[in-house]
């Protein structure tokens, strides 16, 4: 990627690469606005049908939502007592299906539900399913949930190779959880999935579809301010500046600012109704080792379902369900933050946690439908697709708007809404990318002693096993691909992390389209997550940033102390040795 030229202020000045080949050709069939995962997900569907297709994203791919989800791919066992069938068929068998075609990040997720009770819950069931509200709180005893459980199992035997659900009675459960509550009479335990890297999975399927189709274009930071005859009106969000792009059709995946986008479009438009949900990230080997290798998935004494759920070393907590205004920042607050340590000792009543145990936190909103009356928990996390025809000048464009929708179905619901796309073109599908692996999901190894064998054998000078795992890990086999690039100049591992190396950034520049220096530490890396940013990080990352992207000092500054403040306003994170 050519650098960008900088003022003496360190302000970006040209435009980038990306933008330019928008600004070139300001025309495509369609215009995508929204860089989450359906966003994606419905680029390269279009791309792959040989489509000319742009995308733009106002912030960087996966900023939203996307990237603030419970990291599971699951059917949604709970949708069952919400009448959801289709959607819960709909997500087993496309979990069923994201294990096979992305196995570099989505992995198999043993769930544990600890149960109390026999018989609770019996009567109040049926009324939650027909009015969709948690009415008095009676929890959800053994004979409900088995019941639900085989129900689950029933839908996720198309395609699947998961394993069915399992009980055990009290003293089982006590030996595979010595720290559980000592009240517990049941523990069932089922499998759905889970996807560590959402962020790196949204970037692998964005580069599918610019793979797929030459004249597919797409840029983060770039955002839609308005329309006039011409067209829509973009900004560059890292120079300012804007020009007009022409679409016949334009699609609206911006989650929950949908309603905000066709304002913006001129359109008064009232789909969505929005929820926060937060999450923490705990360094704590006590919890860990309580959690026994599986998620614990459970009805707080609320009626809200949560999690704790090991990732690595560390402990994911969540999730609330909180109606909010989109327009403010969403952030894990003190008051939610009590409710994770509530619900921890919920099950694990001696394992004491504190804020300083808390390496990470975030929050999203969920891309839900306008529901008035209805409680966040019962609102559906179905989609549906709305479409208008509107004149922008002498030309005809259609919008469709999408509202709703979950990480579990992305690739249906992008087939879907491309569907749409293409007759509102009057255009054929050619492909579809049901069974289509992803990315670096291509010929990944399939159990533990092939992984190895795969790294072994993609040991090179200057990149030893170690550092192959790492990259196998962060691009799945499309490793490949970044080894081959680092081993054609001079490289050099940080001194401030083993886990990233001066020409793998380079990499990430010319390749996966960074706009500052905060992409790099959350969606490029999972090293934010896990806590694991210094203020000696920080400035190597913008010493080795700096060159690549043309910043001067003045910049490079004001990238450390930007990192600083999104790491602390939107995920409570204070850097150790903050910058003067």
């Known amino acids: 990627m050519p650098a960008d030229r900088t003022d003496g202020e360190g302000t970006t000045t040209s435009t980038r690469r990306v933008v330019q080949e928008l600004r070139d050709n300001p025309r495509a069939k369609v215009l995508i606005i929204g860089g989450g995962i359906n966003g994606v997900g419905t680029f390269r569907d279009l791309a792959l049908q040989g489509i000319d297709v742009a995308l733009v994203e106002r912030g960087d791919y996966c900023q939203g939502a996307s990237g603030a989800s419970s990291h599971m791919i699951h059917g949604g066992i709970r949708y069952l007592e919400n009448g959801e069938f289709r959607l819960v068929r709909e997500s087993v068998v496309e979990r069923n299906a994201l294990l096979r075609i992305a196995p570099h990040y989505v992995k198999p997720l043993q769930t544990t539900i600890p149960i109390y009770t026999t018989f609770s819950g019996i009567l109040s069931a049926p009324m939650r399913f027909l009015t969709h509200r948690q009415g008095k709180q009676v929890e959800r005893g053994a004979v409900l949930i088995k019941a639900g459980l085989t129900m689950y199992d029933f839908f996720s035997r198309d395609g699947g190779n998961v394993p069915r659900h399992s009980f055990v009675g009290r003293k089982k459960a006590l030996a595979a959880m010595p720290d559980v509550r000592k009240d517990i009479k049941y523990a069932a335990t089922y499998f759905d999935a889970s996807v560590h890297n959402p962020e790196r999975l949204t970037l692998d399927v964005l580069r599918d579809g610019k793979l797929a189709n030459p004249s597919a274009r ?109 327009d ?41 439908p306008r529901h008035d009356e209805t409680q966040p928990g019962f609102v559906s996390r179905d989609y549906r697709i709305e479409k208008r025809e509107e004149k922008l000048g002498d030309r005809k464009v259609t ?82 691909d970044v080894i081959d690039y680092l081993t054609e100049g001079p490289d050099r591992v940080l001194n401030s992390t083993q886990e990233l190396s001066t020409r793998e950034l380079a990499y990430m520049v010319e390749n996966e389209q960074v706009g500052h220096l905060i992409d790099v530490l959350i969606r490029r890396t999972s090293l934010a997550f896990r806590g694991l940013v210094t203020g000696e990080l920080l400035a190597e990352l913008a010493d080795t940033l700096a060159p690549l992207l043309g910043w001067d000092a003045a910049r490079s500054a004001a990238e450390i102390k930007l990192a600083e403040k999104v790491l602390a306003d939107a995920h409570r994170v204070h850097v150790k040795n903050l910058t003067p």
């Open 399 to 480: 919008t469709l708007s999408l509202v709703g929708g979950k990480w579990t179905t992305f690739r249906a619901l992008s087939e879907h809404l491309a569907d749409e796309t293409l007759a509102a073109l009057g255009a054929a599908r050619k492909t579809s990318t049901a069974g289509v692996a992803i990315g670096g999901g291509t010929d990944f190894p399939t159990d533990e002693a092939a992984e190895r064998a795969w790294i072994r054998k993609a040991v090179r000078p200057g990149v030893d096993e170690a550092r192959v795992e790492v990259l196998l890990t962060r691009y799945g086999t499309r490793a490949t």
């Open 328 to 368: 403010e920042q969403a952030v894990c607050t003190d008051e939610e933050i009590d409710y994770f340590f509530e619900l921890i000792g919920h099950v694990f009543p001696d394992i004491k946690v504190t804020n300083d145990d808390i390496v990470y936190s975030f929050s999203g909103v969920r891309p839900l």
């Open 218 to 326: 797409a840029a983060n930071y770039v955002s839609a301010v308005g329309t006039s005859d011409d067209g829509v009106q973009l900004r560059d969000e890292l120079t300012g500046e804007t020009f007009t792009f022409q679409a016949d059709v334009v699609v609206n995946a911006t989650g929950a600012w949908t309603d905000r986008t066709n304002a913006t479009l001129g359109e008064d438009t009232r789909f969505m109704g929005g929820t926060k949900g937060s999450h923490i990230v705990l360094d704590h080997p006590e919890l860990l080792k309580a959690c026994n290798g599986t998620e614990i998935f459970f009805e707080h004494v609320d009626g809200r379902i949560v999690l704790i759920y090991p990732m690595g070393d560390r402990v994911l907590v969540g999730t609330t369900d909180i109606d909010v205004d989109v």
